[in-house]
């Protein structure tokens, strides 16, 4: 037996019930409820049969009421909820001794009564942690070897018969479970298969996306440049219809290229490829710079942007990085705050950490939209969002990005009064 083998087999055996599987317990249960009350109906049959005239009628059915009662409790008034091995071996126990009961009463351990043994001990094997199986069997020997002992036949025949009968349920519960156990194990192995198989996909599908947006980049600069070179050439000789067409066209071709620079981050961000440069960098001149490349935006929509950052702060950043997530945020806070309204962008310093803030008094997102703000493609849809262009990626880029950098971000929102999102970064110390 080689290595693997050996530790497939202890593995197999081990594996049965290894994490308490509540929903299955609950089947098993459901199973011997069943069984039970099937048990019963045909116990009132021998009962009331030729064939069960030799029972003392009275005990019979005080029998079969007990049972029917316990039954009742057990499986009915006791909640579900509290289905677990804990339950389930102590109605091992129960049982057994009722089985033993039954064995006393009919032709001792030669009684065909002792296979319900067998089946209990195959159920237990099948369902529950070693240790319980373990001590259910150690139980059942027991009371075997009590019956031989205390049943009135010859000691020798009756102890041989616990020998063997001993031996048949270990056989029994060992078989019980390696076969449970082995198909786990495949069920296991057939899970990491998919599970392999899927992340193999995904990188297939990551590696195609970045190709595509690489191999789309150069067309759209090609076009972006020569969109350029006609409305600055040739503006002035088209009629306004054109221009606008002209205007449109270039806003358009401006958007696929940042959609393709996002898609690009989002695969280099899964690929693990994103290279971060960390170096020391003031937040008040960066900020500045971000403000001056947005500030046609805001003054389109008359939004005041404010700078209220301290010459002294300094942090941990790679430089195009922390631009490309103020440019995400500050951009963000225009886009969705209405005409007139006001974006302020603050920092703080603790021990070792620098909070960047940027809040403004926009339309705010709605307790189930915050939820999913940083998946991948969550855009908010409703009234006020509906005319606004996006691609749902900047929010996730912009964690990803602040997550390589060593920092945290999350936000603040009310709808109809704003919102307010904040990071860290390591700080730097001058
Ligand atoms: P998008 O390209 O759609 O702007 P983002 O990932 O940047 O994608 O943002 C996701 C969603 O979060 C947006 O669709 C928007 O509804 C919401 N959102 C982001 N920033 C703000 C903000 N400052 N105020 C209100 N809503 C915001």
């Known amino acids: 037996m080689n290595n693997s083998a050996k530790v497939n087999l202890i593995d197999s055996l081990l594996l049965v019930s290894r994490y308490d599987d509540k929903e299955k317990q609950i089947r098993f249960e459901k199973i011997a409820e069943i069984f039970i009350w099937i048990a019963l109906v045909f116990s009132v049959i021998v ?40 339950k389930n071996f102590v109605y091992s126990v129960t049982l057994n001794l009722f089985i033993a009961y039954l064995v006393v009463n009919t032709n001792g351990l030669q009684s065909f009564a002792v296979l319900f043994f067998y089946i209990d001990m195959l159920r237990m094997a099948m369902s529950t942690p070693l240790r319980y199986t373990t001590v259910s069997i ?49 069920k296991e192995n057939e899970n990491k298969a998919t599970l392999e198989k899927e992340i193999e996909l995904s990188k297939i599908k990551d590696e195609f996306v970045y190709i595509i947006s690489q191999k789309l980049k150069k067309p759209i600069q090609e076009i972006n440049k020569s969109l350029e070179g006609i409305i600055s050439g040739y503006s002035g000789s088209l009629d306004d219809e054109s221009n606008e067409l002209l205007k449109l066209t270039e806003v358009n071709s401006d958007r696929l290229d940042s959609l393709l620079n996002d898609l690009l981050d989002v695969s280099k961000i899964e690929q693990g490829s994103l290279p971060i440069h960390l170096t020391d960098v003031s937040i008040k001149p960066i900020v500045g710079e971000v403000i001056s490349t947005l500030l046609l935006d805001a003054n389109s ?55 960047i803030r940027v809040s403004d008094n926009g339309i705010g997102i709605s307790e189930e939209d915050q939820k999913h703000l940083f998946e991948k493609f969550y855009r908010v849809e409703n009234e006020s969002t509906q005319f606004i262009k996006g691609s749902g990626l900047g929010l996730f880029i912009t964690k990803q990005l602040i997550e390589k950098m060593g920092g945290r971000i999350n936000f603040v929102s009310k709808v109809g009064e704003g919102t307010s999102f904040y990071f860290t970064l390591p700080r730097y110390r001058w």
């Open 47 to 86: 009962a009331k049969s030729p064939f069960g005239e030799s029972l003392d009628n009275l005990v019979s059915y005080l029998i079969i009421i007990g049972i029917g009662l316990f039954a009742l409790v057990w499986f009915r008034l006791i909640p579900r909820k509290f289905s677990g091995n804990a």
């Open 138 to 186: 150690l139980f059942v020997i027991g009371l075997i070897f009590g019956l031989a002992i205390i049943s009135g036949g010859l000691v020798h025949i009756e102890l041989s018969l616990a020998i063997f009968h001993t031996w048949g349920l270990i056989i029994t519960a060992f078989f019980g479970r390696f076969i449970t156990g082995e198909s786990a194990i495949a």
């Open 301 to 355: 929509k008359r939004i005041s942007i404010i700078n209220r950052i301290n010459e002294e702060i300094a942090a941990k950043a790679d430089l195009d990085r922390l631009k490309e997530v103020l440019v995400n945020l500050i951009g963000n806070a225009i886009k969705y705050t209405p005409e007139g309204g006001k974006i302020t962008v603050e920092a703080s310093k603790e021990s070792d950490l620098v909070t």
